[in-house]
Every structure is written in structure tokens, then in C-alpha cells.
């Protein structure tokens, strides 16, 4: 299986912040990588896929980018709605690993 | 828009089998991969497997000798069957959507997300 290691495991920061969640493949997967935020309660919601492709509707202040086995997904400009966790997670094989996700919590 | 809604019981008892189902509405099942994923309380996401319509099937290896996945298209849903529980199997059940996207700003590149998800349905298993 393809291991997927997220850094930072939590982080504070405050709105405005431009944040940067990195995550790193035990294996190149090329651009098969995928973000997801959730919120508590809330089932994931898929933001980013593709490496850096934005999911429809996703707001620009997101936006990802990567290949090989390093990935980085960047907040440019942190909105309140945007504390949540997030979730890198590969689509290259079975089976579909998640990182073990960020907590982005408010400072 | 298509939307995904988990069933099943609430408690299931150990050994006993898990069985939820999820049922699509609003779209068509065919050509995507209709995939289960579950988190623990205050834990992660994994991955569990999927189902696509043709019925084949990928099921993650630390679960697979006991799942069973089924689709049924005349009735929109596809089932997830996990037997031999126990309190580790103790979760919320996510069904999900696994949709080919293109690559924004291209045809040429193609890839697999899960862009719509059920609300979860939490299983305890308890006696």
C-alpha cells in the first residue's frame, strides 16, 4: 500500500494567514493526489484534485500543487468557514490511502 | 444533483455481520465507482473499497477477506457487507461517489475523486 504522511498534523493560525499543508507519498504517484476538507459532523468535501485542479465551486483562495511524492496544499488567504481538517489522499492505486489530516484550528 | 444516502442498523453485535446500504438519487449509477469509506471517532479516514457498475470490484487488503460489496442498479444502491466484527469495526460509514474528472484546462489528463458523499451513518459494535 502507498503511505501518505501529512505535516503539519495540526495548526494554528489566524484569518488572513496564508497557510501551506504539505504531504508526502511512500511512493511517486505522479499527479493522483487529492484533497478533501472536513468539518466536524460533516462528511469530507472533495477540494482539489488531480494534484492541483479545482474542484467546481471551490473558492481560488485554494489551490494545490505537486507530483512525484511531494504535495502541497495552500489556503491563501484563511476565511473563517475554512477551520477545518484536511485530508490528502492518492488515487494512483488500490488502495486509495488518506493521509492521517491536519487539524487547522483558530489562534 | 446527485445525492448519497447511507442505511442500515445502528448496532451491530460482534461476530455478527455489518451490512449498510447506500442509495443514489437525483443521477444515474453507471459508469463510476461507488466506494465506502468509514472514520472512528475522532480518527481518520480509510478507505475500505469500491464497486463500480460493471460489479467489478477493489477492496483494501487489511479488510478484505471480510467484505462483500454489491451493486444494484435497478434499484440504485449499492451494499457494503462486513462480516466477523468487532469493536474495531466501530465507525462512521461513509458511501461516496468516485467520479472521472478532466484536469482543468484539459481533455488530456483524466482523474478519480470522490465528489459526492452520504451525511455517514455511525455503526457501533457493542453486545
Known amino acids: 500500500d502507498i503511505q501518505m504522511t501529512q505535516s503539519p498534523s495540526s495548526l494554528s493560525a489566524s484569518a488572513g494567514d496564508r497557510v501551506t499543508i504539505t504531504c508526502r507519498a511512500s511512493q511517486s504517484i505522479s499527479t493522483y493526489l487529492n484533497w478533501y476538507q472536513q468539518k466536524p459532523g460533516r462528511a469530507p468535501k472533495l477540494l482539489i484534485y488531480g494534484a492541483s485542479s479545482l474542484q467546481s465551486g471551490v473558492p481560488s483562495r485554494f489551490s494545490g500543487s505537486g507530483s512525484g511524492t511531494d504535495f502541497t496544499l495552500t489556503i491563501s488567504s484563511l476565511q473563517p468557514e475554512d477551520f477545518a481538517t484536511y485530508y490528502c489522499q492518492h488515487s494512483y492505486t488500490t488502495p486509495r490511502t488518506f493521509g492521517q489530516g491536519t487539524n487547522l484550528e483558530i489562534k | 444533483q446527485v445525492q448519497l444516502q447511507e442505511s442500515g442498523p445502528g448496532l451491530v453485535k460482534p461476530s455478527e455481520t455489518l451490512s449498510l446500504t447506500c442509495t443514489v438519487s437525483?443521477?444515474?449509477?453507471?459508469?463510476?465507482?461507488w466506494t465506502w469509506i468509514r472514520q472512528p471517532a475522532g480518527k481518520g479516514l480509510e478507505w475500505i473499497g469500491r464497486i463500480h457498475t460493471s460489479g467489478s470490484t477493489n477492496y483494501n487488503p487489511s479488510l478484505q477477506s471480510r467484505i462483500t460489496m454489491s451493486i444494484d442498479t435497478s434499484k440504485i444502491q449499492f451494499s457494503l457487507r462486513l462480516s466477523s466484527v468487532t469493536a474495531a469495526d466501530t465507525a462512521v460509514y461513509y458511501c461516496a461517489r468516485g467520479y472521472r474528472m478532466a484536469a482543468v484546462g484539459t481533455t488530456s489528463y483524466y482523474y478519480y475523486g470522490m465528489d459526492v458523499w452520504g451525511q455517514g451513518t455511525t455503526v457501533t459494535v457493542s453486545s
Open positions: 437525483g443521477g444515474s449509477i453507471s459508469n463510476s465507482y
